[in-house]
């Protein structure tokens, strides 16, 4: 199975901040990288695929960008309802495997 | 609008089996899959599998081989997750989720189910 891993595990930012979290996987998986947004309580919500285009409906505030094994997500300007657990997940081989995910909180 | 609407809360005992159902609308079920998903208390999220609503065509994930079993009913636009031989480390929430295929993107998610296996 292909590992991923991310960083950090949390982060505390203030409202406004520029917020980047780093997303690695244990092998090439091209750009078969999504970005999920995981408040509490509710189901996950695709926000980046193909590591790097806007899922319809989210904010222009976050990116995500990278190929390969490296990958980053950004979001350009934190504002209070971003606060939630951010995942990424590749597809390029079954099964298909998630970050452990990176807490995000305001300062 | 596309909406997955998943079946209440189990409560199981160790060994027993569960089946969680998910109602899809909103679009037309045989031209996409449904992927399952589950988070215990705490937790990341770890895929279980995909089936195909067009063919019953299935990938599941190893670790789950042989207990689960993953089924659709197109009459009813409605897929199935069936869990077998429950065990403690099985509690979760259970999700399933809109695909095209197993290598791609969910963008749409049922509420999931809660599972708990408890003695």
């Known amino acids: 199975d292909i590992q991923m891993t991310q960083s950090p595990s949390s982060l505390s930012a203030s409202v406004g901040d520029r917020v980047t979290i780093t997303c690695q996987a244990s092998?090439?998986?091209?750009?078969?990288l999504n970005w999920y947004q995981q408040k509490p309580g509710k189901a996950p919500k695709l926000l980046i695929y193909?590591?790097?285009n806007l899922e319809t409906g989210v904010p222009s505030r976050f990116s995500g960008s990278g190929s390969g094994t490296d990958f980053t997500f950004t979001i350009s300007s934190l504002q209070p309802e971003d606060i939630a657990t951010y995942y990424c997940q590749q597809y390029d081989n079954l099964p298909r495997t998630f970050g452990p995910g990176t807490k995000v909180d305001i300062k | 609008q596309v909406q997955l609407v998943q079946s209440g809360a189990e409560v199981k005992k160790p060994g027993a089996s569960v089946k969680v159902s998910c109602k899809a609308s909103?679009?037309?079920?045989?031209?996409?899959?449904i992927s399952w998903v589950r988070q215990a208390p705490g937790q990341g999220l770890e895929w279980m599998g995909w089936i195909s609503a067009y063919n019953g065509n299935t990938n599941y994930a190893q670790k789950l081989q042989g207990r689960v079993t993953m089924t659709t009913d197109t009459s009813t636009s409605t897929a199935y997750m069936e869990l077998r031989s429950l065990r403690s480390d099985d509690t979760a929430v259970y999700y399933c989720a809109r695909d095209s295929t197993p290598y791609s993107s969910s963008p749409y998610w049922g509420q999931g189910t809660l599972v708990t296996v408890s003695s």
């Open positions: 909103g679009y037309t079920f045989t031209s996409y899959g």
């Open positions: 193909d590591a790097s």
């Open positions: 092998q090439d998986i091209s750009n078969y």
